[in-house]
Structure formats: structure tokens, C-alpha cells
């Protein structure tokens, strides 16, 4: 192609039917991160690069994440029997894509883990950031129905080091204060605030949020009460 100042081509191989693609992804001088939400969201200036995270092969809809696994010998017979049979068209999205090009990205991404029966760590990840994509489209019903999902795969799942289980740990009160369980995530701040073996980024990350939500619902209920009273 021709040159292209905001994204370049990427050349993929497709592990499940083999044949040769190009798919964009944003050239890293296209955006910068300007802040994190609570969930750690990125919010970029630019374009979003999380949009071309999946290569999705036109040839066959096989979708691919580089934190994918199980990409060889009997789950690529899974893959066949549960996914690609249930497709009924691949789709070509290798060039620009939409914020619903990139939902569906995912989602592929999200049915080939689930086929292959990838880890809950994986498959919380995928369905945090389709949560994110549709929180980016306004879509509040789809992200509750995502972060429910990732908080569930979160509650499963295990890291090989201490900060891995840590996020997990805040990921999981952090989802419970979104989807409105507050038994939940007192319980999971509380954990992570008291125990001594939690590190600090983590505490502090804990503390902070448990404070924060706090003083938010202190100000709503001053808010309304003094509503009721001007009536």
C-alpha cells in the first residue's frame, strides 16, 4: 500500500487455515495515553490502538490476540468444531475499523478462547475490554453485561506472581463497585487496604478508590437531602 501516516500493515500468518493477511495496526506515534480510569481503561488522544488488538483472518474469521495459548494440535479441532463450522461468513475488517469493527474483533477473539477453553485470566481480560469498547459507545446494558462476565472469570482466575494476583484482586472489588454490589466490593478493597503482604501500589490504588466512591455517595446524599428540603 501507499504509504499510510497513521497506521501500517502488519503481516500474519493465520494458525488455523495457514494463508497470508495484512492487518492495520496504528503506528505508535498516532497516540498517547492521557489518563487511566479506576478499571485501568486507557483514555487515549489519537487514534485508539486497542481497536487492531485481534487480527481476524478474512480467509476463515479464525481471530487472534498475541495473549492467546491454545493455538495448536486438539484445540485447533475444538476451534473447527465449535467456531469456524458456526460462522457463516468470515469477515474482512484488516483495514480501518470502526468502534464496532473492533467489538466484533473481540468477540471473535472472545468465541475462539472460549472454544479453546483458554484460561479465566484470558477470557476476563478479553471481556474487560469489549466492556471498554461499549463504555467508548455509550452502550451501558452490553458493558454491565461484559464487566459481569469479566468479574466472573476474574473470581477464577490465578496469576504466577504477586502483582498479577493483585490486580486481579482490585480488578474484581473494582467490577463489584460498578455493577452496584457493594457487599463485594467493601470486601475486596477491605482485603486489599489490611493485609500487610499487599503492595503498596496496590494498597494505595485500594484505599483511594474505597475513599473516593465513599466521599462520591456522602456528596449525592447531601445533594438530595438538600433537594428534599428546597421542595
Known amino acids: 500500500m501507499a504509504f499510510n501516516i497513521y497506521y501500517y500493515e502488519s503481516n500474519v500468518d493465520c494458525k488455523f487455515c495457514k494463508k497470508h493477511f495484512t492487518t492495520y495496526k496504528v503506528r505508535p506515534n498516532r497516540y498517547k ?53 458456526e460462522l457463516q461468513k468470515p469477515m474482512n475488517i484488516c483495514q480501518e475499523r470502526t468502534i464496532d469493527d473492533a467489538i466484533v474483533s473481540y468477540k471473535l477473539a472472545y468465541l475462539v478462547s472460549r472454544a479453546s477453553m483458554e484460561e479465566p485470566l484470558l477470557m476476563a481480560n478479553f471481556a474487560l475490554k469489549i466492556a471498554w469498547l461499549y463504555r467508548l459507545k455509550n452502550g451501558h446494558e452490553s458493558e454491565m453485561r461484559y464487566l459481569f462476565a469479566a468479574r466472573d472469570f476474574y473470581s477464577k482466575s490465578f496469576a504466577s506472581n504477586q502483582e498479577g494476583e ?41 484505599r483511594n478508590r ?13 445533594n438530595e437531602s438538600i433537594g428534599e428540603i428546597l421542595k
Open 166 to 206: 493483585e490486580r486481579i484482586q482490585f480488578l474484581h472489588a473494582e467490577l463489584s463497585l460498578r455493577l452496584g454490589d457493594m457487599a463485594e466490593a467493601k470486601k475486596g478493597f477491605s482485603r486489599l487496604i489490611s493485609d500487610r503482604s499487599v503492595s503498596n501500589k496496590y494498597r494505595k490504588l485500594a
Open 33 to 85: 495515553v492521557l489518563e487511566e480510569q479506576t478499571d485501568f481503561m486507557p483514555i487515549y488522544e489519537g487514534l485508539n490502538p486497542l481497536f487492531y488488538e485481534v487480527a481476524v483472518c478474512p480467509h476463515c474469521g479464525y481471530a487472534y490476540h498475541k495473549s492467546m495459548t491454545r493455538t495448536y494440535g486438539p484445540f485447533m479441532l475444538l476451534i473447527d468444531e465449535l467456531y469456524i463450522k
Open 210 to 222: 474505597w475513599e473516593s466512591y465513599k466521599y462520591d455517595e456522602h456528596t449525592i446524599n447531601a
